[in-house]
């Protein structure tokens, strides 16, 4: 009798097995991204030297980021959460890149899947000047800017271009965003 | 050996419920919900890459 | 319980914990609502596989994030999973698990638990307390964020699962990958030379999610007993067990039975534990 128990219990565990992972196939199936140029990203479908994908973001402070409207100009898009050591680690080099370059280079840090107050906090106590933009359903970096993983940079030339993709970062970022800055501004 | 177990028992099931309270006030904070958001975003640093 | 079919049980447990086999071969995530669910085993959820949350990673994140809040949701499915299986977690559904014990299966000297090896079980607890509990906390003040310390600096199922097959699917990946990784190899690679010559050294010895599972083992409703009329009082048991325990069902216990496979009287049983005094090999505590 304990055999029979014991059977019904792996033969239901091997249905909801079977189950689970139809339902993830299924949900793979749906997810955006992947390798829409052929190109080899984390997670993703972008890759340097394709056109960015507009996005209109609201802005933590009030207003509104298009990306369009900053056409001319380089773009600097950093995609972070305040739960991420190493996207938290790389804002500060960020924030001095902003004060270098704001004249001639448009900064803005996506938050992403967190709630407005949650940002407001963090931003407010660690005095970020440049532009954090809220992207609570995480919508970029699902379907646009896809990227499975965070810290995750685009820089964006004058064309609308993108120049250059950073996956990962941390402390020591200054210098390589730098480099990025300058060669986009070249183009 | 009687008292043993009823003492034993007593405590599993509060624990059971106290598991099952919890999960439902953590819910209700929204820890489901930040649960969600850092396993669908790999942080590269947090699992020893880069 | 037989062998093949708790081997059975391991292997299915491991498949729905990577029920999303298609993530092998994109290199992507899977990204659906059962995430915000912890799975009972150790299972890296950056895994492309992973349908579920690793119980030890969002406990980190957790105890990780500034605020206030308490990790009542994560706490409060631990104490589940605790409370009606205790480590049999450990023998039936861990990925990490089933890995170490097929490796076990390899021809070769087989080092014999001791009383330095059960010593040597208390440090998983250290591992807990200071990797999955401190150091975050400790990063958080410093940085205002914690880093989940465990999961970066060793999980061995982390790199096995995650790090490996997204490197393999990612090639932007294999150029970031700098001198953690190469650590984390490095653990990763020790760990699994071990556990050739010693029974699932990861859960004896630094798995942190044994060590929670482990506080619950006397509480478990699924459990091992000994029917104390039947008991000679041989020891069998306790010699057979291949892991440290000193009594039937402490917190070494994984439930594996297979001490239950040895008794000459057939007394011990393992399922829900029932009305049964705990049975010692000695009358000293454990």
Redesign the interface.
């Known amino acids: 009798m304990e055999n029979k128990s014991e059977r019904i219990i792996v033969i239901m565990l091997a249905l909801v097995m079977i189950m689970a992972t139809g339902v993830a196939c299924a949900k793979e199936g749906v997810q955006t991204g992947g390798n829409i140029n052929g190109q080899e990203t984390t997670g993703g479908g972008l890759s340097e030297g394709v056109k960015a994908p507009d996005f209109t973001l609201p802005l933590l402070g009030g207003g509104e980021f298009v990306l369009s409207e900053n056409k001319g100009k380089v773009v600097f898009v950093n995609f972070w959460a305040t739960w991420c050591p190493p996207c938290v680690a790389e804002m500060p080099a960020i924030q001095q890149l902003y004060e270098k370059y704001q004249d001639t280079v448009v900064f803005i840090g996506v938050d992403c899947g967190e709630e407005e107050d949650v940002v407001e906090n963090f931003a407010t106590q660690r005095g970020f000047s440049y532009n954090i933009g809220l992207d609570g359903d995480s919508y970029l970096l699902d379907s646009l800017y896809p990227s499975d993983s965070i810290p995750y940079t685009t820089v964006i030339g004058p064309d609308g271009a993108i120049t250059k993709i950073f996956v990962g970062g941390g402390e020591s970022m200054f210098s390589k965003f730098e480099e990025a800055i300058i060669a986009a501004m070249g183009k | 050996m009687r008292k043993g177990w009823m003492k034993k028992r007593i405590i599993t099931l509060t624990l059971l419920a106290v598991a099952v309270l919890f999960i439902v006030l953590g819910i209700s904070q929204g820890d489901y919900y930040s649960t969600l958001q850092k396993a669908v975003r790999i942080c590269l640093e947090c699992i020893g890459i880069g | 319980m037989d062998k093949k079919?708790r081997l059975?049980?391991q292997l299915?447990?491991c498949?729905?914990h990577n029920?999303?086999?298609?993530?092998f071969f994109?290199?992507?995530?899977?990204?659906?609502?059962?995430?915000?669910?912890?799975a009972p085993g150790l299972n890296?959820?950056?895994c492309p596989g992973a349908?579920?949350?690793c119980p030890i990673?969002?406990l980190q994140?957790?105890i990780?994030?500034?605020?206030r809040?308490l990790?009542?949701?994560?706490?409060?499915?631990l104490?589940?999973f605790?409370?009606?299986l205790g480590r049999g977690i450990c023998a039936f559904l861990c990925p990490f698990g089933l890995f170490q014990e097929l490796l076990y299966k390899i021809p070769s000297k087989k080092f014999k638990k001791s009383s330095l090896s059960r010593k040597a079980s208390l440090l998983k607890y250290l591992v807990l307390g200071i990797f999955v509990v401190y150091l975050p906390l400790f990063?958080l003040a410093k940085?205002?964020?914690?880093?989940?310390a465990f999961?970066?600096?060793i999980?061995p199922a982390?790199?096995l699962e995650?790090?490996l097959p997204?490197?393999a699917a990612?090639?932007?990946?294999r150029v970031?990958?700098?001198a953690?990784?190469g650590?984390?190899l490095f653990v990763l690679v020790f760990v699994a030379i071990a556990s050739v010559f010693l029974y699932r050294a990861f859960c004896r010895f630094i798995c942190p999610l044994g060590a929670i599972y482990s506080l619950?083992n006397?509480?478990?409703?699924f459990g091992v007993e000994v029917n104390e009329s039947e008991c000679i009082g041989c020891n069998e048991c306790v010699k057979a067990c291949k892991l440290d325990t000193k009594a039937i069902n402490d917190r070494e216990c994984i439930r594996c039975a297979e001490c239950a496979g040895v008794c000459p009287r057939g007394a011990v049983a393992v399922g829900g534990?029932?009305?049964?005094?705990k049975w010692r090999i000695n009358r000293k505590e454990s």
């Open positions: 079919k059975f049980i299915l447990s498949l729905l029920a999303n086999l298609p993530g994109t290199g992507r995530i899977y990204q659906g609502p059962a995430k915000g669910i912890c890296c959820y950056s349908v579920c949350s990673g969002a994140a957790s990780g994030q500034s605020g809040k990790p009542l949701y994560i706490a409060g499915t104490v589940l605790g409370a009606l990063y940085n205002g964020v914690g880093s989940p999961c970066k600096f999980c982390g790199t995650g790090g997204l490197m990612n090639s932007r990946l970031i990958a700098g953690l990784f650590w984390k619950f006397h509480y478990a409703l534990t029932g009305k049964e005094k």
